[in-house]
């Protein structure tokens, strides 16, 4: 069983830059793929940004790419989202969850559905205004 905790949300200015950390309970090879996910008030959940662990290869939606970047601290057992340059329309719970045991394309390609990211954290704030 993966717990995961998120931190680092918080109220900034436009253009302004934010650094999201996800701290897992466990880090094994199993642990294939960290994503970052957000949700909007009266929206869908969106996946923003996924990495495929120990590859040092990720996956961008086009809303974040160029923007955003995420990446990840092996021994530290954490995952983190460096946001910069951020917008409004970038306002809603983050959130990060971790798929076990899949392969690298469906991660690094961005068509890895939902339902396979068995564990997610409770989610942390993020306000551009």
């Known amino acids: 069983h993966v717990q995961l905790v998120e931190s680092g949300g918080g109220l900034v200015q436009p253009g302004g830059s934010l650094r999201l950390s996800c701290a897992a309970s466990?880090?094994?090879?199993?642990?294939?793929?960290m994503g970052w996910f957000r949700q909007a008030p009266g929206k869908e959940r969106e996946g923003v940004a996924y990495i495929y662990t120990g590859s040092g290869s990720a996956y961008y939606a086009d809303s974040v790419k160029g923007r955003f970047t995420i990446s990840e601290d092996n021994a530290k057992k954490t995952v983190y989202l460096q946001m910069d340059s951020l917008k409004p329309e970038d306002t809603g719970m983050y959130y990060c969850?971790?798929?076990?045991?899949?392969?690298?394309?469906?991660?690094?390609?961005?068509?890895?559905?939902?339902?396979?990211?068995?564990?997610w954290g409770q989610g942390t704030q993020v306000t551009v205004s």
């Open positions: 969850a971790a798929e076990l045991g899949g392969d690298a394309q469906w991660c690094l390609t961005g068509t890895i559905p939902e339902p396979q990211f068995g564990y």
């Open positions: 466990e880090y094994t090879y199993r642990t294939n793929c």
